[in-house]
């Protein structure tokens, strides 16, 4: 059996990160946690993860974004889920269908908060072409 | 300086240019306004011509012929009020019948001016409606602003109500869908949490009713005699299992009695705030000084911590209304973001002030000063 994938969350809300941990390792992966995107860009030279999920809006509205960059530039291979509550609260869409978007947030995917779990799943087996 | 369009209409010339000539070197002085108020005036010969102007922009203050060649002042006015101008309007009446007063109150319109009227008579009335305009200008102003900071207050709290609920709601989904076993070490942790965000939103809400009962005036405000060092002791005894559980110690210096006369709720609720922001924002072993004194007619209290303290942007923002300093520092500490709008409500019920003084990692002093009566 091969080792679980691992998967890099940054949030700042310590709730949602712990969630969202729980989640992933009850679902079999491994987790490595960043409370800020200055702290997950420490963790980036020395940690190897198959997947980064990050939150927008941390330090700065756009802290999601060039952390996304960031991991990019280690890896274009990692995917990247970036999570927003952005358009709940400021009533901003992103089309996260848009590949213009995308590309512009560097994100693969973006999911809205509160994020369905069941759809966060479908978007890492896609991402990391595996079955969960 | 202020300038206020005039517009003068009235079919004859002589009336006109009285008018232009008497209003144009005017100066009203307006208390509530920075400095004097000056006057520009148009001039429309007719109540069509009127309207033309009206409709161009900005007119401050009407005067406005009764009787005019083609239509009617009244009807002028009677268009006017329809389209809900910022304005004042003064009749000019040749013969001033209550009848026609009364139609054109009815109208809207401000005052009066019969004509013949001397110059002072001009500048009277004119000096009258232009107060009363600024003054109900700066009512608007000042009745948007309270509008805006509501607005804000609300949209804060329900977004500070919104990160618990979602927090609470997480924890128990991942409880219902076993993703967290029940009785596990895990499970336990989950719960603690939970509970944790609940005790903020308790705190959050018991902190929005002191401050709408304060803002309100509801709360009837019942002065006595009070020893302002007993005060302090109980809020330092509240505070204590907090500080215990972080290793931190709270000593109040100063005299052993500190009468005022005062409102024992708000002063407990000051201290409170005080006390409990001294512990919560310290850090682990770190110490808080609750000194008490008395000067110059005014108790001043001084709550200094060894704790993470602020930049000055962050002192500078602090003392917005409704905010919580949001940084990794502070993540995990509970605050609503309505302690200092508390503190400066009641300090100034006092007739006093709430001053800061931080330094970043190493400490905050807050300086209460509230007046003996």
């Given at each position: 059996?091969?080792?679980?994938p691992?998967?890099?969350?940054v ?17 079999g992966?491994?987790?490595v946690a ?10 980036l ?10 939150d ?11 952390l ?8 274009p ?7 927003t509550a ?47 | ?17 009285g ?5 144009q ?29 009206l409709?161009e ?20 006015l ?12 003064v ?74 609920l ?24 989950v719960?603690g949490?939970?509970l ?8 959050l ?11 309100s ?12 060092r007993?005060?302090?002791?109980r ?18 210096q ?13 002063v ?6 005080l006390?409990?922001?001294a ?25 200094a ?11 500078a923002?602090?003392f ?8 990794t ?41 509230l007046?003996?009566?």
């Amino acid at each position: 059996m091969t080792t679980p994938p691992t998967i890099l969350v940054v949030d700042d809300n310590p709730d949602f990160l712990e969630q969202m941990q729980l989640q992933l390792e009850a679902a079999g992966f491994q987790t490595v946690a960043a409370e800020s995107a200055q702290q997950a860009r420490g963790l980036l030279p020395t940690t190897d993860f198959a997947l980064a999920i990050c939150d927008l809006m941390m330090e700065h509205s756009d802290s999601g974004f060039t952390l996304a960059h960031a991991i990019k530039r280690k890896d274009p291979a990692i995917p990247v889920i970036m999570v927003t509550a952005v358009a709940s609260e400021a009533g901003v869409t992103i089309d996260a269908s848009s590949k213009g978007e995308q590309a512009w947030a560097g994100a693969d995917v973006i999911l809205d908060k509160p994020v369905r779990f069941e759809q966060l799943k479908r978007e890492i087996s896609r991402l990391l072409k595996i079955t969960l | 300086m202020d300038n206020l369009r005039v517009l003068v209409v009235d079919d004859e010339p002589g009336i006109r240019f009285g008018v232009t000539r008497v209003l144009q070197s005017f100066r009203v002085r307006v208390p509530e306004s920075d400095g004097d108020v000056g006057f520009s005036i148009a001039q429309a010969e007719s109540g069509e011509e009127a309207l033309t102007i009206l409709a161009e922009g900005q007119v401050d203050i009407l005067l406005l012929d009764h009787k005019l060649p083609g239509i009617s002042g009244l009807e002028v006015l009677e268009k006017v009020a329809s389209q809900d101008q910022d304005m004042l309007t003064v009749m000019i009446t040749a013969y001033a019948t209550i009848e026609t007063a009364v139609t054109a109150t009815k109208r809207g319109a401000y005052d009066f001016l019969a004509k013949p009227f001397t110059p002072e008579e001009l500048k009277a009335t004119t000096a009258k409606t232009a107060r009363h305009l600024l003054l109900r200008r700066e009512a608007k102003r000042l009745a948007e602003e309270k509008r805006q900071v509501r607005f804000q207050f609300i949209s804060v709290l329900a977004h500070e109500l919104k990160a618990p609920l979602a927090a609470v709601e997480g924890y128990l989904q991942l409880l219902r869908d076993r993703v967290v076993e029940p009785g596990s070490a895990k499970s336990d942790e989950v719960l603690g949490r939970s509970l944790l965000r609940i005790e903020g939103m308790r705190k959050l809400i018991g902190d929005i009713l002191d401050l709408t009962r304060i803002e309100s005036g509801q709360k009837k405000r019942e002065l006595a005699d009070v020893d302002v060092r007993e005060i302090a002791a109980r809020a330092v005894e509240t505070a204590q299992p907090a500080a215990r559980a972080r290793q931190i110690t709270i000593e109040v210096q100063g005299p052993e009695r500190l009468p005022m006369r005062a409102d024992p709720g708000e002063v407990e609720i000051i201290f409170n705030n005080l006390v409990s922001n001294a512990v919560k924002y310290n850090r682990e072993g770190g110490r808080v000084e609750v000194g008490l004194s008395e000067s110059d007619q005014a108790v001043v209290i001084r709550v200094a911590d060894t704790g993470i303290g602020m930049s000055p942007e962050e002192v500078a923002q602090l003392f917005g209304e409704f905010v919580r300093i949001k940084n990794t520092k502070t993540r995990n500490v509970m605050g609503s973001g309505l302690g200092l709008s508390i503190l400066k409500k009641l300090a100034a019920l006092y007739d006093g002030t709430v001053q800061v003084q931080s330094t970043p990692d190493v400490g905050t002093t807050f300086t209460v000063t509230l007046k003996q009566t």
